[in-house]
């Protein structure tokens, strides 16, 4: 009898903790915020590089035009990774508030699309860096570029994995 009262004590305990380690989630909250401000900051960054580009376009040729271009789109890129983390914690982490009691939400989180989503992100990211690294060089300089080549290699290496871990890891098993 004593057992059956002590396995029911255990239980709420455990009920009890889960919940307070579930309200906690609520601290994520402080990191989507800050990467909304920093988004906020970067954005600024982006409108004074974009007035830079408009001021330059009489001055500059068609090759600075894309190199200009480039960095750019770079700062987009960036700026979607910053908006993908940032709503993906808040869906994921947070805004399921009204199931404290069921936590079965988290068992139905997609990690491997978000981390497929960041990898694509961080490989194009790098590749813009490596093209703008390529195309700001007047004479190739290969001893700077091989290494950004072998960066990227690896970067999409990696992306590789996570599309084949995704894809294979979630097939049923017969």
């Given at each position: 009898m004593q057992s059956r009262?002590?396995?029911?004590?255990?239980?709420?305990?455990?009920k009890f903790l889960f919940k307070i380690l579930l309200a906690m989630r609520w601290l994520m909250l402080i990191f989507c915020f800050g990467l909304a401000f920093a988004l906020s900051a970067f954005a600024v960054l982006f409108g004074l590089k974009?007035?830079?580009f408009f001021v330059a376009i009489p001055t500059i040729d068609e090759f600075e035009a894309?190199?200009?271009i480039l960095g750019l789109i770079d700062y987009t890129l960036i700026a979607g990774l910053v908006?993908?983390?940032?709503?993906?914690?808040?869906?994921?982490?947070i805004e399921n508030q009204d199931q404290v009691g069921n936590a079965s939400w988290l068992s139905s989180m997609s990690f491997g699309?978000?981390?497929?989503?960041?990898?694509?992100t961080i490989v194009a990211i790098g590749a813009i860096t490596l093209l703008e690294d390529l195309f700001s060089v007047g004479n190739l300089n290969w001893s700077g570029?091989?290494?950004?080549?072998?960066?990227?290699?690896?970067?999409m290496l990696v992306l590789l994995v996570f599309v084949a871990a995704d894809r294979y890891g979630n097939k049923p098993t017969h």
């Open positions: 009262s002590s396995s029911e004590l255990n239980g709420q305990m455990t974009l007035w830079k894309v190199l200009k908006v993908m983390v940032m709503l993906s914690t808040f869906s994921s982490f699309v978000l981390k497929i989503k960041l990898a694509s570029v091989v290494p950004g080549i072998a960066i990227e290699f690896v970067l």
